[in-house]
């Protein structure tokens, strides 16, 4: 259990000095690009890491409701201490209508309750369908700032009640996108190797062999 925790504690701290060193986005999500078909599912970590112990902050999340249904967010129990807290799959906060030209929203995930004096690492997993009527194309997600949530504080002035000073929060790097292909090649393939194989069992069923009496049905 110790040499877990220590390894875990190792990579954070690594993300940490990386973030640091070449100024990375406070917040991100991987991958930037993945592609899926029509009727998949599809996932993207959430990362936060900032230089100071977070409590408490929430984020607004944009989406391509024409192609993509929010499933929900799959908090990381082992950095988010209550994640019944944490929210974002309420009808309320989710927004969408594939009607019109503007994108589905879900307002305010708030990510509640981070370990004590934490820098942050892997939230968890923003979960989404692509819909059976998705068209080809790319469908854009992106997470940004709160309009109606809480700001990211840190956990001394959390503690001590001070909401004066929130966080500075980059969120340059918190855009993806899920590229809708068509099915694949392999797919088509298998589906006419299917259709090939009833039609020859067919005719096979349905020829008559010469000098014998054609089957009858009883």
């Known amino acids: 259990m110790r040499m877990k925790s220590f390894f875990q504690g190792a990579l954070l701290f690594a993300l940490l000095l990386v973030a640091l060193q070449t100024q990375a986005a406070t917040v991100w999500v ?13 996932s993207l970590d959430l990362f936060f890491v900032h230089d100071a112990p977070v409590t408490i902050g929430s984020v607004d999340i944009s989406y391509d409701d024409s192609r993509l249904q929010y499933g929900g967010f799959i908090a990381n129990t082992s950095l988010i201490l209550d994640p019944a807290a944490t ?37 968890g997993s923003l979960v989404f369908t692509l819909l059976d009527s998705a068209a080809v194309g790319r ?28 966080l500075a929060v980059d969120f340059s790097g918190a855009g993806a996108e899920v590229v809708v292909t068509p099915l694949p090649a392999a797919g088509w393939l298998m589906l006419s190797a299917i259709f090939l194989f009833a039609l020859l069992s067919y005719r096979r069923r349905s ?12």
């Open 30 to 42: 991987s991958p930037a690009s993945q592609s899926a078909v029509a009727g998949d599912s599809v």
């Open 87 to 123: 929210a974002g799959i309420d009808a309320p906060l989710v927004s969408e209508d594939p009607t019109d030209s503007a994108p589905g929203r879900v307002s305010a995930l708030t990510i509640a309750n981070f370990a004590s004096g934490t820098f942050g690492g892997n939230l």
């Open 139 to 166: 469908a854009g997600v992106n997470v940004e700032a709160s309009l109606t949530g809480f700001n990211f504080f840190s956990k001394a002035d959390f503690d001590a009640s001070n909401f004066t000073h929130p």
């Open 207 to 218: 020829t008559v062999v010469p000098g014998e009496a054609p089957m009858l049905a009883v």
